[in-house]
Nanobody, 128 residues
């Protein structure tokens, strides 16, 4: 089992930045691929970014490329999502997810059904 707790959400003006954190406990964190997803109001949960166990392999959704950065610190059992140049379309509940595997096949990395553990989510609201 892996327990995930997100933090760092809040209200920010358009153009601003936030840094989300996801603290993991339980199963060895360094063996898990990690992902961030988000669910805008009234919409499906969508992929944002993913990172493999070592931090070498990273994938982003097209909508956040160049603005968001995912990273991890295996010593602290934490994965981060730095979000810059935020706009109203980024408003959503952001979820951290973990996969039992160290690597997720590229063809599946954006599929939320591939992930085994989920946090409770943190709200990000961007005011325009």
């Amino acid at each position: 089992q892996v327990q995930l707790v997100e933090s760092g959400g809040g209200l920010v003006q358009a153009g601003g930045s936030l840094r989300l954190s996801c603290a993991a406990s339980g199963r060895t964190f360094s063996n898990c691929a990690m992902g961030w997803f988000r669910q805008p109001p009234g919409k499906e949960r969508e992929f944002v970014a993913a990172i493999n166990w070592s931090g070498v392999s990273i994938v982003y959704a097209d909508s956040v490329k160049g603005r968001f950065t995912i990273s991890r610190d295996n010593r602290k059992n934490t994965v981060y999502l730095q979000m810059n140049s935020l706009n109203a379309e980024d408003t959503a509940v952001y979820f951290c997810a973990a996969d039992r595997r160290a690597e997720i096949p590229a063809v599946h990395v954006m599929d939320r059904d591939e992930y085994d553990y989920w946090g409770q989510g943190t709200q990000v609201t961007v005011s325009s």
